[in-house]
């Protein structure tokens, strides 16, 4: 589970900062038993409120980083919109936690991101094997 972070300012590292960001959210390891992916968003958020908090802060860097990569601002709403949905149900004991395994706020955003860097910028693109 190599975590690779491009230092760089252009458009490729930023993306691949972005998906990382989101697998480790989103699915860094396996519920033990099962093949379920789950990330340290799923984690953190079985604290009661303040884990929700931090996952929210967490989930931000990706919608920071589509503002630094020039994403229209109906597009960074939408993103905001999608992680203050995983905060505002994801703070509800119980109910939150199996929306937060359900929801994955960070990978709708990062495929909002997929979508708009191959429609503007294809050559970010990278071919997965």
């Given at each position: 589970?190599?975590?690779?972070?491009?230092?760089?300012?252009?458009?490729?590292?930023?993306?691949?900062?972005?998906?990382?960001?989101?697998?480790?959210?989103?699915?860094?390891?396996?519920?033990?038993?099962?093949?379920?992916?789950?990330?340290l968003d799923a984690v953190i958020?079985?604290?009661?409120?303040?884990?929700?908090?931090?996952?929210?802060?967490?989930?931000?860097?990706?919608?920071?980083?589509?503002?630094?990569?020039?994403?229209?601002?109906?597009?960074?709403?939408?993103?905001?919109?999608?992680?203050?949905?995983?905060?505002?149900?994801g703070a509800i004991p119980l109910?939150?936690?199996?929306?937060?395994?359900?929801?994955?706020?960070?990978?709708?955003?990062?495929?909002?991101?997929?979508?708009?860097?191959?429609?503007?910028?294809?050559?970010?693109?990278?071919?997965?094997?």
């Amino acid at each position: 589970m190599g975590f690779d972070l491009p230092l760089g300012n252009d458009l490729a590292s930023i993306r691949r900062r972005i998906e990382q960001a989101e697998r480790l959210l989103e699915s860094s390891f396996t519920i033990p038993g099962t093949n379920y992916p789950v990330g340290l968003d799923a984690v953190i958020g079985l604290v009661p409120v303040v884990g929700d908090l931090i996952s929210a802060a967490l989930g931000s860097y990706i919608v920071w980083e589509a503002r630094n990569l020039g994403l229209p601002k109906w597009k960074l709403f939408r993103m905001m919109g999608n992680l203050g949905v995983d905060t505002a149900i994801g703070a509800i004991p119980l109910v939150g936690d199996a929306f937060d395994l359900a929801f994955r706020s960070n990978t709708r955003n990062l495929r909002i991101v997929r979508r708009h860097l191959d429609k503007h910028h294809p050559e970010t693109r990278i071919i997965e094997q």
